[in-house]
């Protein structure tokens, strides 16, 4: 297994690095991380604070054979404008600063978490990196991470699709940021398109296959395939809601998207992914991943691992969580 036996993980802590972290100690390796409070199989660090040197020294220090990076802004919120610059700056250059300190230490095994937009923008031919100052940004992050690989460091992206489960008691931001614009309607209209969706335990698992088994290379990571209305409706029932949902062309979602990128701005903000060509270019879309595809070539068969855990299960756990006044909670 490449003979990796510690590794760190920035975000270690978090809701996608802690079960990556506790998925490889699983499998017997060691894991280490930083935070701004520290903690077990932590130390109190500020990552983005340290420069690209004495990060080297640090994770030498540490002798860590691989990096796991699970850190970065998510899609659904909005930057202070403009957009892109806030994205680029969290999601490439922090990220390929301490990708670059981690191999000048000796990291055998770069593994980034990154976004399945820049799996389907390169199929489009990058028509979504020019709309959306987030899936630029996540493209620039590839390119940074992928320059390093070689000279015996191979340097992995996982494409990340939409992600359910709880980590940690952390509350999931699908209330905030997806379902509470429909607060107050009768019925759930979206367009027709559907979208693949996977666990933050898959994640894990994936994660820990790339590290022990991955070569350099782009990874899209799937785990079920849902048409929106799929995906609605679960998690709609999941959160105690009976509402009807409908499919509507893209055109006519639209307007109100526009709408809630104009109020965006007004407040000096800029969306991740703009709105309203988000209603056309991307939910009237199939943007589905072939799970199987990359549990091959990560050889989740090695690990005992699957491709695709309880979906439903883990929207239940995320809807619990984001309405936990439905469920004896506060």
């Known amino acids: 297994m490449d003979g990796i036996r510690k590794v760190f993980i920035a975000g270690g802590t978090g809701f996608l690095g802690a079960p990556a972290a506790q998925r490889l100690r699983a499998l017997g390796v060691e894991t280490r991380s930083a935070s701004l409070s520290g903690g077990e199989n932590c130390d109190k660090l500020n990552l983005f604070e340290e420069s690209e040197s004495s990060l080297s020294e640090y994770f030498a220090n540490i002798g860590a054979d691989a ?3 699970a850190l970065g802004p ?5 930057a202070p404008a403009p957009a892109y610059e806030f994205f680029r700056e969290r999601l490439a250059e922090q990220c390929g600063r301490i990708c670059r300190a981690a191999k000048r230490a000796g990291a055998k095994k770069l593994v980034v978490f990154g976004s399945y937009f820049s799996h389907f923008d390169a199929l489009l ?5 020019k709309a959306h100052p987030y899936i630029r940004a996540r493209r620039d992050q ?7 690989n070689g000279e015996g460091c191979a340097a992995l992206v996982l494409q990340l699709p939409y992600i359910f489960g709880v980590t940690g008691g952390r509350t999931p931001i699908w209330r905030e940021s997806l379902l509470s614009h429909y607060d107050g309607f009768g019925s759930v209209f979206i367009p027709r398109g559907g979208t693949a969706a996977t666990t933050a335990e898959s994640v894990a698992d994936a994660a820990a296959a790339a590290v022990l088994f991955g070569e350099g290379g782009v990874y899209p990571v799937g785990g079920v395939n849902l048409t929106y209305k799929e995906l609605f409706i679960k998690m709609l029932r999941a959160a105690g809601d009976g509402r009807k949902v409908h499919t509507v062309p893209a055109f006519l979602a ?9 109020n965006a701005k007004a407040d000096g903000r800029e969306p991740g992914l703009d709105y309203a060509k988000l209603m056309t270019q991307v939910f009237p879309r199939r943007f589905y991943l072939d799970g199987e595809q990359t549990a091959r070539a990560l050889h989740f068969e090695k690990l005992g691992f699957s491709p695709v855990r309880d979906i439903d299960a883990a929207i239940g756990e995320s809807m619990r969580a984001c309405y936990p006044e439905r469920f004896g909670g506060k």
Do not use: C, I, N
């Not at 031919?125 to 990196?129: M, N």
């Open 254 to 262: 639209a307007p109100g998207a526009r709408l809630m990128t104009k």
């Open 125 to 129: 031919g990058g028509k979504l990196a």
């Open 142 to 148: 590839e390119r940074e991470v992928l320059s390093l």
């Open 74 to 78: 998510d899609e659904r919120q909005a």
């Open 67 to 69: 990096l796991v990076y």
